[in-house]
């Protein structure tokens, strides 16, 4: 039998064992399916650099990376057996020539050290080049539209502007300072100045009016002078200062990487168990969502590292793609291919205490049947008649592989189960409306109808304690006789172990909704707005414009800013009413903290915050990650990695191959309590719409990962 890389690495590294045991005390111990050595550089041993697997030889491509100890030693753990190609990155450094090795081998490697500043900031995260745009001044606010300053008299502060340039609209679909954004490609064409490149650019493939219409709300005009201004002074040599190396709980982390979907696809969010109990599905496969890009479920099996997937449908087969194939401009990846197709449009997964999927997706076009409207004798619908919803419900039967759609009459966007007998799934995206479907009552009888229900948002402005049969609507003023309904919709949805649901609403300054359904939630629910502060001339006390959130289990909401900040709203500080006449939103500032993200604030701004804009903060209930109970976690979106607020400190949790990381949602699963960390994991995959802006360009595909935390850098 021939001799392959893989049996002669193996033979080496039982040859010398026994030399490297005796001579070198520094290394790492080898007793497993392990590749392991020390890194060293011009100066001696490289701390907190990447070390970086990859291997195609699995059934899909898959990538485990670890970080060097403060003596440059590493230990790539519990590899499937293949042959890898081993590299090192790392901040300063360009990487290192690639080498082969199988598990069992030991391999000592080399760090290059980068020529020059513009060559070791080719790997720092897209969020280090997005801090050195230059955003308009505050005074240039309010704006003065297209016959002014360009930009749009809506928008009366520069808070407002920075929201809808970060979280509140570009920076909600994908990264800004990624490979793919912060040149302009050739590819694009010529162009007399690089405001008309980047006008071009943004009108590029099925979201180029999409993107326009954001721009616009900005004012075009000022906004492509940001950004043509951004692009040439990198252009021209600019380069952002260089990030820390990972250190302390930085280097203990392992973080596994499996390719699914396909080029054309994208991903929005991933599921691997249950919220309330994370052994569900212990060792089991995970689930993502494809948005508009697909109509399929990826299903990753970790175990046999394989990908599949679970094709969705539609009730109503006459519904056309969720996202229209027309394009502004051709795509300069796709040209006039229009690559989504999508008709359920999938948003949001989660898994119940079975180990069932349910998603948010679109089952018919907008219309509602006629129990959701106006004579209808449905509970809700008497209280809140409802047209028409543009996403609904639907669940897949892992045992299976059958997709079963559910309609619904409220509009759905994410969605999370509440801790009661009901095992209510409670949703977001309802607009004016807050949905449910009780998922017990259903799959006992299979009547989507008399299953859900929804209510409106009424605040207790009368302060008796109860929700009214009147309220004024939202456009009347308060009247101190009568509760008022709010149009403070939901984004996120995050039930409490109190049995309260709290959410995000977006917008400038945004705020936190509590709900507390009572016995009835159609005729019980009573909302509490606590809006982000602001100081008597409308600007931020310091943190402003949520994105997605999440509550701990003592009943704590966190909380997403666009301001670059991670939000802690304590409703048990508030000292004023939390009902009555005066609780309409900014009663309660006291209650609000913030916590500045880890990266660089944008140039010129004097206000606290930072470049980074996570997209969602997601608790860690259970002490999936390993740091113990109730941790928050922010998605990290232009940091390219999670970042994790443990002790009145961030943990950044880089992901630094493939280069733009970019996650909405995570989960954490505890496969097994008693395995140490090897049972649990952090479970996300990438989100970003544009993964072709992405390290390898186009035909790169979404990737799931699974981040972990050793003991210590060297651990197996």
Not at 355 to 369: D, F, I, K, Q, S
Not at 410 to 430: C, I, K, Q, R, V
Request: charged letters at 20%.
């Amino acid at each position: 039998m021939p001799i392959t890389r893989r049996l002669l690495s193996l033979f080496v590294a039982v040859l010398f064992g026994s030399f490297t045991a005796c001579t070198g005390a520094d290394a790492p111990n080898m007793d497993g399916p392990d590749i392991s050595g020390t890194v060293t550089g011009p100066e001696g041993p490289e701390a907190g650099v990447w070390v970086i697997a990859e291997t195609d030889d699995l059934p899909t491509p898959f990538v485990r990376i670890v970080v060097t100890d403060d003596q440059g030693r590493y230990l790539v753990p519990d590899l499937p057996d293949a042959d890898y190609d081993v590299w090192v990155r790392g901040y300063g450094l360009v990487d290192s020539p690639k080498t082969t090795a199988a598990p069992g081998a030991s391999l000592d490697l080399t760090a290059v050290a980068a020529p020059d500043a513009h060559a070791a900031a080719h790997y720092y995260p897209a969020g280090s080049w997005l801090s050195l745009i230059e955003p308009p001044g505050r005074d240039e606010f309010p704006g003065t539209g297209p016959e002014g300053n360009g930009i749009s008299p809506n928008i009366r502060t520069q808070a407002d502007w920075l929201r809808r340039m970060k979280s509140g609209s570009c920076t909600a679909c994908h990264q800004l300072g990624t490979l793919g954004t912060r040149y302009i490609p050739e590819s694009l064409g010529e162009f007399e100045s690089s405001v008309a490149a980047w006008e071009r650019r943004v009108l590029s493939g099925q979201a180029g009016n999409q993107m326009m219409g954001g721009l616009a709300q900005m004012g075009a005009e000022r906004a492509l002078e940001m950004w043509a201004d951004w692009t040439d002074r990198i252009e021209a040599g600019a380069v952002p200062p260089a990030p820390p190396r990972p250190e302390g709980i930085e280097r203990n982390v392992v973080i596994t990487i499996w390719d699914w979907a396909d080029p054309e696809a994208y991903l929005h969010d991933v599921v691997s168990t249950d919220r309330r109990d994370p052994t569900v599905n212990a060792w089991g496969p995970v689930y993502g969502a494809l948005e508009l890009s697909k109509d399929y479920t990826p299903v990753l099996d970790p175990q046999t590292h394989a990908a599949s997937q679970i094709p969705l449908h539609v009730r109503d087969e006459n519904a056309g793609p969720s996202q229209g194939p027309d394009m502004a401009m051709p795509s300069v990846y796709f040209g006039t291919n229009p690559p989504w197709d999508s008709k359920t449009n999938v948003h949001n997964p989660m898994i119940d205490q079975d180990g069932r999927v349910w998603l948010t997706a679109r089952v018919r076009g907008r219309e509602n049947p006629d129990f959701c409207r106006e004579g209808s004798n449905h509970p809700s619908a008497r209280r809140f008649p409802l047209d028409g919803a543009g996403r609904h419900l639907g669940v897949i039967d892992p045992s299976t592989g059958e997709y079963t759609p559910i309609g619904t009459c409220f509009s759905t966007h994410h969605l999370m189960f509440a801790m009661d007998e009901d095992n209510t799934l409670w949703t977001s995206g309802g607009g004016q409306v807050v949905g449910w479907l009780n998922t017990r009552q259903y799959l006992e009888t299979g009547d989507e109808e008399a299953s859900q229900g929804w209510t409106p948002l009424i605040l207790d402005t009368n302060g008796n304690g109860v929700r009214d049969e009147n309220y004024v609507e939202p456009r009347d003023p308060v009247d101190p006789t009568r509760d008022k309904r709010i149009t403070n919709g939901f984004y996120a949805v995050a039930p409490a172990p109190d049995g309260s649901v709290w959410a995000s609403s977006l917008g400038y300054p945004g705020a936190v909704v509590r709900l507390v359904p009572g016995e009835n939630p159609t005729e019980t629910a009573l909302a509490e707005l606590y809006e982000l502060p602001l100081d008597a001339n409308g600007e931020p006390i310091e943190g402003f414009s949520p994105r997605g959130m999440d509550v701990d289990r003592n009943g704590v909401a966190w909380v997403a800013l666009a301001s670059g900040h991670l939000g802690r709203f304590d409703r048990s500080q508030c000292t004023g009413p939390l009902n009555g006449p005066t609780a309409t939103g900014q009663h309660c500032p006291e209650g609000w903290t913030f916590f500045i993200e880890p990266l660089p604030q944008l140039s010129g701004l004097d206000t606290p915050g930072s470049a980074e804009a996570s997209y969602y903060t997601w608790v860690d209930w259970w002490g999936a990650l390993g740091l113990g109970e109730n941790v928050p976690i922010n998605t990290g979106n232009a940091s390219e990695g999670l970042l994790v607020w443990n002790d009145g400190e961030w943990v950044v949790l880089r992901v630094p191959y493939p280069m733009g990381f970019y996650t909405k949602w995570m989960d954490g699963r505890i496969d097994d309590p008693e395995a140490g960390w090897k049972g649990r994991g952090i479970w996300t995959t990438i989100s970003t719409r544009t993964p072709f802006h992405m390290e390898g360009g186009q035909g790169t595909t979404s990737k799931v990962m699974k981040f972990q935390l050793r003991p210590d850098p060297l651990a197996r």
